[in-house]
């Protein structure tokens, strides 16, 4: 292995994985954080915490501190644990919850520095990616005994603990996860020509594998040819950087991760197609020119108001469109007037649709990031936190779908269209794998995919120069395969 991939792996236990979004805003991409730097003249940076909620710590009690990035409909994944904290038996415990509206790269930078400096909480929410970085960097400790401990982590659906194990271990438990559908426009297939029925057909065909990404290109050339849909509106991806791009690469058979060896996985002909594909959408004007870098808030106008054809987005974005973006049309009923939901189609004809599910989990911190010995007291606010009642209440305030296996009974969850409508999903979800050389391998294969949707490059020339990367790159720790 090259010195540089050892320099690469050195920077990804130290710091922590950066920019992108999650939630209703975007997704934790997998990108390490920079290192620190400062302008001649000015100070070193030091570990700022997010501001604390005003908190009366009563004599005897005990104060864990939890951490967690949302925005305003997202808030209960800190605020939980402060219910949680009130219900605990086994400790007196008072719980500051602190909710940080950050993006995804500062909130990280800010925990990373605050763990170096001993100054980080007893508990930390964030994207499962981190789990082989923070706990190769030794600011959490595994959940092993803190899982066995509690009846209450019996309720998690089995397959999310996937999400949290790394190296035969668990570290974490799921806080929320999602589905990331092909959303479509109902009533411009309606004017397209299709039957009723054929719209309410359209789920199951992606589901089978019946209408693909070829079909997907096709209709929506049609919509623009026929006027129905503005020309380079025919189909909008994510405008950012975001693991979503993965679907497509999934989508024709691609692999990214062989549990059998440990090793990530390219597999060159996915790789050219998923590359041909996002420039072909270019190419036949259905997605415009230079689309990445787009700015989130004309996305989500654009989508929610009714303007593309076919788009792809993470169920989470259904409350954000509904609060901040369509509310004076009606919020969610108008929402559901026109849009439609499925997998993302298959490259594959007969190939069944994927989606990428991204867990967030609470990790306890070691006392070396907090500074305090406070495993047992940390794990009973999780296991109070992890109820059919909060996590409820957190998944139909900010879409996300449930964790826990009573949730698929539970009237107030099920009562809910999306989200009911939507888990199924969950048996054809993938997740980015806990590898602690996936930071770069993202990086490349994102790289040469904007290369190849900008033109930059022919999508096999970009796949090439991917290829080769990878292996300087990531070196042993990499499978390649035709």
């Known amino acids: 292995m090259s010195k540089r991939v050892f320099g690469i792996l050195a920077l990804l236990i130290i710091l922590a994985m950066t920019l992108g979004a999650c939630g209703a805003t975007e997704e934790p991409a997998a990108t390490p954080a920079p290192q620190a730097t400062t302008a001649p003249g000015t100070a070193e940076p030091t570990a700022t915490a997010p501001p604390p909620t005003p908190l009366t710590v009563a004599e005897g009690q005990t104060l864990v501190r939890v951490w967690a990035q949302a925005n305003d409909v997202e808030h209960c994944r800190a605020d939980n644990t402060v219910v949680a904290g009130q219900r605990c038996e086994d400790y007196d415990i008072a719980v500051q919850g602190v909710n940080d509206s950050a993006g995804w790269g500062d909130y990280k930078k800010k925990f990373t520095l605050a763990a170096d400096a001993g100054e980080g909480p007893e508990i930390v929410l964030s994207g499962h990616e981190d789990v082989p970085v923070w706990a190769n960097a030794g600011y959490i400790v ?52 299709w039957s009723q029925a054929d719209v309410d057909a359209l789920p199951e065909k992606i589901k089978t ?37 993965l679907q497509y690469y999934a989508a024709y058979g691609g692999r990214v991760y062989d549990e059998a060896q440990d090793k990530l996985v390219i597999s060159k002909g996915a790789l050219v197609n998923f590359y041909k594909f996002q420039r072909r959408v270019v190419e036949e004007g259905i997605t415009p020119e230079n689309f990445i870098g787009t700015e989130s808030n004309i996305w989500h106008d654009t989508v929610s108001h009714g303007k593309a054809l076919f788009w792809n987005g993470g169920v989470w974005n259904w409350s954000n469109w509904a609060k901040n973006f369509v ?11 026109f849009i439609g939901y499925a997998l993302q189609p298959s490259g594959i004809k007969g190939q069944p649709g994927v989606t990428l599910s991204h867990p967030l989990v609470y990790m306890i911190t070691s006392p070396k990031t907090s500074g305090t010995e406070l495993y047992d007291e940390a794990c009973e606010v999780l296991a109070k936190t992890t109820t059919t009642e909060l996590n409820t209440k957190h998944a139909i305030e900010s879409t996300h779908l449930g964790i826990l296996k009573s949730q698929a009974s539970d009237p107030n ?35 040469g995919m904007l290369k190849a949707e900008n033109g930059e490059a022919t999508p096999e020339q970009a796949a090439d120069d991917v290829i080769k990367l990878l292996q300087s790159e990531v070196g042993d720790y990499l499978i390649v395969e035709e």
Not at 167 to 189: C, H, I, S
Request: glycine letters at 8%.
């Open 209 to 245: 594998g019946e209408f693909t990404l070829d079909d997907l290109i096709a209709t929506a050339k049609e919509a623009q040819d026929k006027g129905i849909i503005e020309k380079g509106y025919g189909y909008w991806h994510r405008p950012s950087k975001g693991g979503d791009f």
């Open 327 to 337: 509310a004076d049309e009606g919020g969610n009923d108008y929402l559901f007037s």
């Open 142 to 193: 595994d959940f092993e005994a803190c899982k066995a401990k509690y009846p209450e982590f019996n309720d998690v659906i089995d397959t999310l603990w996937e999400s949290g194990t790394w190296n035969g271990k668990v570290w974490a438990v799921p806080q929320d996860t999602e589905a990331r559908p092909m959303f479509y426009n109902k009533a411009k297939l309606l004017e397209l020509g």
């Open 413 to 447: 969850y099920t009562k809910d269209k999306l989200l009911s409508e939507t888990l199924y999903m969950l048996d054809y979800n993938f997740y980015q794998p806990n590898h602690t050389m996936y930071t770069p391998w993202f990086d490349i294969v994102y790289d």
